[in-house]
């Protein structure tokens, strides 16, 4: 096409944010995590396929996607340690 990249081209049939967010996964996320932090999931998740040239994506799919991304976010941060205080060494 006229001096557009494929991924500019594929870039075009991305879904819309609000397409993504209208689907009952977005909604469901939009409920438990927020309306602000479910479209920013959502556009990352765009901006991550706009970036490696994804087209063709549902917006079934983009919400999905942003339920991991929300999920992973929320994920506990801590990890469990192991206290070997007690354990001999032998040498």
Known sequence: MHGHSTAER?????????????????????RRFGHEPTVKAIREVLGTARRDGEGDITPDAVALGAEAVLEAADAPRLKPVFNLTGTALHT
Do not use: E, I, M, N
């Open 10 to 30: 594929r870039a075009r049939w991305l879904p819309s944010v609000d397409k993504a967010l209208r689907t009952k996964t977005g909604q469901a996320l939009a």
